[in-house]
């Protein structure tokens, strides 16, 4: 077989859903079109394992590609773990995975299905979901990438020159949402954050996370705005602000300027220490099924602003903030990377 031919399958798992991606040996994508399955964690880790490999299987199918041609894998799974490959007590899986060493038990399962062993890598979902980021902006130039993508909670990663993530000693590297934001700055108390720290966590002031927060305090400037007085759950009225925004509502622009402002000052704290060329911005604001091209320019913008006052001149002039393009892709793709960014460097 001609090593042209050679393929890095990625499989993300997250809570509910798992998705099946892969590549070719440089580094392109196979198809665009993910591939999805259950996680079935409820029915314990051999189901799970089961539907990871059932994952691979059909994507091979789906793209008329063999085992032979597998030369590694990536999973990129959520923490916390005890150690590489061992999941640690998890809030969205059941007890019993506290310990789970998926990686020996993954690569075991493999090794049955292709009848050799096939090489492994495995990593939080966030950072592989930065490492095809990076890929897409980079190229296969030297530069490294931040990225941040506010959701629910603030994903954060930083991919180095190499195209890798920062793992950290503990695997806890990058955790860039539960560090402190610039308060004073943005003339704002400290909010509350579900990890418990009382400092003022950035994810809460730029997420959904902290949003019934920063909804409270804007609405003081905004006494007249008809949720000032509506009796809709609070949860409800947050998730309508992004929609709002799109047609121009001062309450959700405000809040929404405010919270690029926030994720600015972040990007400039955080390039003190990383130096990055690229800050890619994914997350539903920027997701172009939901938001304007008026907005998201607004947004980015927002956010470049920010942070370039607080820049050294060279960075000024060479940091660019731009939009995560590969959505729900990002993490299966980002695991095949891995697996073949190691593949290589076990090479040399
Ligand atoms: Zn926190």
Redesign the pocket.
Known sequence: MSRSKDIFIGTDSGATTSKTGGIWADGSTISTKLRQSSTNSQAGTAAVIQGWVEGVVGFLADNNLSWDQVRGVGLAIPGPYQSYGVLDRSANLPKSFEGWNFHADYSQALAEKAGRPIPLVVGNDGNYGGVAEAQRVRGDRKASVLMLAPGSGLGAAYIDANGLPLDGDTLAGMEG??MPAALHLLGVRPYK?????DWG?I??YTTISGLPQLLEDMLKKHPGHELATSTAPVKEKVLSLRSRAQKGDPLALDIFDFQARALGLHVASLAMALDPEYVVIGGGLIDPESTTPEFRHRYLEGIHQAAMPYLWPAQRRKLKVVPATLGELSQAIGAALVALYSARQSRI
């Not at 954050?193 to 720290?197: E, T, V």
Request: charged share 20%.
């Open positions: 949402g539960h954050c579900g990890c418990g720290k966590c994810e809460a």
